[in-house]
């Protein structure tokens, strides 16, 4: 059974910076990722330190990062922020 993806509200302005298209794209892949197998360990999806922010971390296309959080007693995968890295 697949997991259900929520997002915080904070998340649709983070993605609205990148463009139409390309907030699109961000989204529907982390909701394809994030609905499948969230609490897989694997290059792209890693548990983070301990943080105030979110628990996990999921790389998409190399340069962006979308920070999410785990319910597994209901299920439920939060998304908290979206961005991208640079440096």
Do not use: H
């Not at 915080?8 to 983070?14: A, L, P, Q, R, T």
């Amino acid at each position: 059974m697949p997991w259900t993806v929520t997002l915080k509200e904070s998340v649709i302005g983070d993605l609205r910076w990148f463009g139409k298209k390309q907030g699109r794209l961000l989204l529907n892949e982390a909701k394809k990722r994030l609905s499948a197998a969230p609490l897989a360990e694997t290059r792209q999806m890693n548990t983070l330190r301990p943080n105030p922010v979110a628990q996990r971390e999921l790389r998409l296309f190399g340069k962006y990062r979308a920070l999410f959080n785990v319910e597994q007693d209901i299920e439920i995968v939060t998304i908290v922020l979206v961005g991208e890295t640079r440096g």
